[in-house]
């Protein structure tokens, strides 16, 4: 992928997590949908760090790609 594709991606990426993030409500989760919801927060902003910076060359390595 290219820089742009992987800055829109990444993007995307924060903005999930941006749009999840507004449903949380502070503190520690008591619940198990509370719980989930902050997974989705942290594993949204991980894939938009990968993309964005890629730091295992996973995006961007030309033999990985079919």
């Known amino acids: 992928m290219e ?10 990426w924060i903005g999930v997590a941006a749009v999840i ?4 409500e502070p503190g520690i989760p008591a619940s198990i949908g ?4 902050l997974f989705v927060v942290v594993m949204s902003l991980f894939l938009a760090a990968v993309y964005v910076f890629d730091p295992w060359k ?4 030309p033999f990985r790609q079919g």
């Open 3 to 12: 820089l742009r594709q992987r800055l829109i991606a990444g993007s995307i």
């Open 21 to 24: 993030a507004t449903t949380l």
């Open 34 to 37: 509370a719980a989930m919801r």
């Open 58 to 61: 996973v995006v961007t390595d």
